[in-house]
């Protein structure tokens, strides 16, 4: 067929040609011979070609691709608004026209038009709808970006199984450190609150979001260092950041349903319940969450996802915190809501009834001697064993309201309560021999009553000039401290320890405490633009704060009689109240730019303690200091993924009650403290500086900060030695302020992501260095503390059936004292464990989880080093299609090892602990999934903008 229509073309375009050449006659042709000067032929026309492009509806496609080609050249153009198209000086009439355009199928012609018409109207060309679309193509940023605040993650590119909790992974993503117990460190920084598209999730309660948020509604993770809601708003920042978890819904999974609930019981009376039901919508969250469970502190961490690995203070214990078992029941409701779109309301209620038994072993030295004196005549040796009950009953509520007034004016007001009551029995032994050999026995109960309530107000007012805006926010709160508590010791004496009969001293008083605490925080901040270009602004910024904490003190202290009565003890009596009142006045120049951003600044603080003795004659202390404190803040920015920041900071402390009475405090018979009233406040100037790289293409993180501290007329003790009776001494804690304190803690994180994220490398370590200076019988007395910590923890998962995390820990703290070298500290921890899952069945349904972790602590006395080797695991199925239904069994600490070692050091002491976690049992549960999603938020059919932070714009 191609070949006939070539044929026909052929001769329609020779006969063509011989015709316009004079229709044969011998004239027309140019030959030899023949006559050369007739006239040329006309040259050929040239022409308009239009048309109009239209679909099956008889609807103008605008924007089609038209292509128009002949034997000698070709032209190119579009549709116009009306679906029209149009060449121009197309010299043949015969050409193929192909159109073409995205969702239709694409159209080609072969046109022979009369060669004599100037302009040439072609028939309307229809597209059919295209059925076989391309696929869309998704192009993706690199998985973490870091912002000027911010460090946000985009949560699919961690993949984690169906049903997983958001902590599991938060496991997965560099720089992360999760803990079993629900705690969360960023970079080495405690990461203290949860939020959701933007608000507090169950009043920011970190453990409770991340374990029961599904991890499959995630679209970001963002890591924030919030310095509070005036600062949000304003940019104006002051003091010490707060990190903040804000997780942010996928658009789809904005609307919906949730419900997890779980039931377990084991031996031993151990029995845990949890349900967890929430609804979503758009910026709609209500969530109720409530917890039932008799279970053992800390025995289901192995210490693998800590920060340190069994490090810091607990000194390589297998999992961290503190032993003992507790029975827990905690419900918590709490809402997020946006009424109209003005008014967006946010709260929490909560009651938490937690009661706590433990048993701790410990032992140590307690030393009073200068470089001059032997070890002999100046140290204590002491064990001691403790058995205590906390029974705590705590309500908690928090509310806040935003009202956008108009596009101009903003309030917010924030009230809260939180009322706590605690009892509180315990049981005490102390053995000491050496520079005083006595016993100690001790029946200490206590009542503990803590009601606090407060609240926050906060206005900003945004002028008609961009960026110009001022903001006042006030913050009240009253705290009230209530302690009713008997004392019940008995002091047996040894003069020379073996021989000579024991001296008992009893003791049994019974002392009432009233603390009232209030706090008022005024701020005030304006900032004026300076400049604004395409690629950075500048601004100025002042900022006002009036910040005041009043203490109003009463202590009571009676001796208890054998008839039961009470006679007070004036002496021992202390009413004291005082104030300190500290007034910022700062003045900062900012600049923002595409690559770098600093601010430039002072800040002048006056403040002013003062207070009054009322007990035992009036004595008033009234005193007021002066600070500049300069404002330094930069941050460098190659681009998203890489960034430098550095910032000071520098912040005035006072002392505590305890610090700043005058009287001599007897709580503890054989560690009297006397306050000094003419303490002054302490001052802390702080640099914090911070690294950050995110190798995209190569799947490499590197971050690393660092913080460095000195302390400004730092409140030290000065224990002294004073006499009891028997010969013997106590032990007396004053209070002075001495300069020559200070700290550098640094801490960095390496990861490596190979073969699509199946294998992690991780590698984690933290240095530092801290000098404390304090007193010793008058004297000076330094101690430094040396810290080094470091992590290899890799996670490995080749494929859907296995994942291993195998990890190993170096710990070593090593304390020097410079009035007692003999008493110097060196404690090291090698840590090994390892932990995964196998997953079985071809639908990995059925799975087989484990745990283990083995110690070698030295540095810790022979009696309380275990080296424990800590095994839990358990075995899980789930069922049906949408795995709602699972069945597991637990097993906790087969060999029965764990325990809870720590290592405590003081100006003049050691302690070293052993806590009894009681912790091998076993857990059968039952736990049911159900979610239902039913779309993304819309309002008249249009689907709604998010922010930044992932609330939606209503």
């Known amino acids: 067929m191609k070949i006939l229509l070539s044929i026909l073309l052929f001769i329609a375009i020779g006969g063509s040609v011989f015709a316009q050449g004079g229709g044969g006659r011998p004239g027309g042709i140019n030959r030899p011979g023949g006559n050369n000067n007739a006239p040329a032929r006309p040259p050929l026309p040239v022409r308009e070609v239009s048309g109009i492009v239209k679909d099956s509806t008889d609807n103008t496609i605008i924007g089609a691709t038209v292509k128009l080609k002949t ?38 012609k072969r046109m022979l038009n009369n060669d004599v018409v100037a302009r040439l109207v072609l028939d309307p060309f229809v597209l059919g709808v295209q059925s076989n679309q391309l696929a ?479 007990s035992l004659g009036n004595i008033t202390t009234d005193r007021s200091y002066f600070n500049l404190i300069p404002i330094v803040r930069f941050q460098y920015q190659w681009s998203r993924q890489h960034q430098f920041a550095m910032f000071y900071n520098g912040n005035p402390q006072e002392p505590s009650f305890n610090q700043i009475q005058p009287v001599r405090d007897l709580t503890n018979p054989q560690n009297p403290v006397v306050g000094n009233p003419d303490l002054k406040p302490a001052f802390n100037h702080s640099v914090t500086t911070r690294y950050n790289n995110y190798l995209a293409n190569s799947r490499f993180n590197i971050s690393a900060n660092v913080v460095t501290s000195i302390i400004k007329n730092q409140i030290v003790t000065n224990n002294v030695r004073i006499p009891d009776v028997n010969n013997t001494f106590k032990n007396e804690t004053r209070y002075l302020n001495l300069d020559g304190s200070y700290s550098v803690m640094g801490n960095y994180n390496l990861q490596k992501q190979l073969a699509d994220r199946k294998y992690n490398l991780s590698l984690n370590g933290s240095a530092g260095f801290s000098r404390t200076i304090s007193m010793l019988n008058s004297l000076q007395n330094i101690r430094d503390v040396w810290r080094l910590n470091e992590r290899f923890g890799p996670r490995i998962n080749p494929n859907d059936y296995i994942e291993t995390n195998p990890f190993i820990a170096y710990d070593i703290t090593r304390t020097f004292f410079a009035s007692n070298p003999s008493s110097n500290t060196d404690r090291r921890t090698l840590s090994l464990g390892i932990e995964g899952r196998f997953f079985f069945m071809k639908d990995q349904t059925l799975q087989f989880g484990y745990e283990a972790s083995k110690n070698f602590i030295s540095g810790i006395p022979n009696n309380l080093t275990r080296n424990p080797l800590v095994i839990n695991a358990n075995i899980e199925k789930q069922f049906f299609a949408r795995r709602t239904l699972t069945l597991r069994l637990q097993v906790f600490d087969i060999l029965k090892q764990n325990n809870f070692v720590g290592q405590v050091t003081t100006d003049n002491s050691v302690t070293n602990t052993l806590s009894n976690a009681l912790s091998r049992y076993f857990m059968f549960s039952v736990r049911t999934n159900l979610q239902k999603w039913s779309g993304i938020p819309s309002r008249n059919g249009r689907q709604l903008k998010r922010r930044g932070d992932g609330s939606f714009i209503q």
């Open 136 to 614: 869309a193509v998704e192009v993706k940023g690199p998985s973490i970006t870091y912002k000027t605040d911010t460090v946000e993650y985009r949560a699919s590119d961690y993949k984690v199984r169906p049903n997983a909790t958001v902590d599991e992974m938060l496991k997965k993503m560099e720089g992360m450190e999760v803990g079993s117990d629900g705690s969360l460190t960023h970079q080495g920084q405690t990461v203290t609150k949860a939020k959701l598209n933007g608000k507090l999730y169950s009043g920011g309660n970190l453990a409770q979001a991340i374990q029961n948020l599904p991890a499959d509604i995630v679209e970001k993770i963002q890591v924030v260092d919030d310095y509070g809601d005036q600062a949000a708003r304003t940019g104006v920042k002051d003091g010490d950041p707060e990190k903040v978890l804000n997780i942010t819904t996928r658009a789809d999974r904005s609307i919906g349903n949730t419900v997890r609930l779980s039931a377990g019981a084991g031996n031993d009376e151990r029995y845990e319940a949890n349900a967890r039901l929430m609804r979503i919508n758009g910026n709609q969250v209500i969530n109720f969450i409530g917890d039932f469970k008799n279970t053992v502190n800390g025995v289901a961490s192995t210490g693998m996802n800590g920060g340190s690995a069994g490090g810091g203070n607990n000194g390589g214990n297998s999992g961290g915190g503190s032993g003992g078992t507790t029975t827990t029941v905690a419900p918590t409701i709490s809402f997020n809501d946006q009424i109209g779109k003005k008014t967006q309301l946010n709260g929490s209620y909560s009651y938490n009834v937690r009661n706590m038994h433990s048993l701790t072993n410990s032992s140590g030295q307690q030393f009073f001697n200068n470089l001059a004196q032997n070890r002999g005549d100046s140290t204590i040796f002491f064990a001691a064993n403790g058995d205590s009950r906390n029974n705590n009953r705590t309500h908690s509520f928090n509310f806040k309201l935003e009202y956008q007034i108009d596009s101009a004016n903003y309030l917010q007001i924030t009230p809260n309560i939180n009322i706590s009551n605690t009892d509180n029995l315990s049981q005490s032994s102390r053995f000491e021999t050496g520079l005083r050999h006595q016993d100690r026995l001790g029946n200490n109960n206590s009542f503990n009553s803590n009601p606090n309530f407060g609240g926050l107000v906060l206005y900003q007012h945004i002028f008609k000039k961009p960026r110009r805006n001022l903001s006042l926010q006030v913050n009240y709160n009253t705290a009230r401290n209530q302690v009713d508590n008997e004392q019940n010791n008995n002091i047996i004496y040894y003069f020379d320890g073996t021989t000579k009969p024991p001296q008992d001293s009893l003791i049994h008083r019974y002392i009432e405490r009233d603390n009232l605490t209030k706090n008022l925080r005024s701020s005030f901040t304006y900032v004026e633009p300076l400049s604004t270009t395409q690629t950075s602004s500048s601004q100025l910024e002042f900022n006002a704060q009036v910040n005041y904490r009043g203490y109003d003190n009463q202590a009571y202290t009676s001796n208890i009689l054998a008839n039961d009565s009470r006679m007070i003890i004036d002496s021992l009596t202390n009413l004291y109240n005082y104030s300190f009142t500290e007034t910022r006045l700062a003045l900062n120049y900012r600049v923002n730019n595409s690559k770098y951003n600093f601010s430039l600044g002072l800040t002048a603080v006056p403040y002013n303690l003062q207070g009054t003795r009322v």
């Open 71 to 108: 034997a000698t050249d070709s032209a190119v153009t579009t549709t116009n608004a009306d679906g029209i198209f149009v060449f121009k000086n197309i010299k043949s009439a015969t050409f193929v026209i192909s159109i073409t355009s995205i969702g239709y199928k694409p159209v080609v």
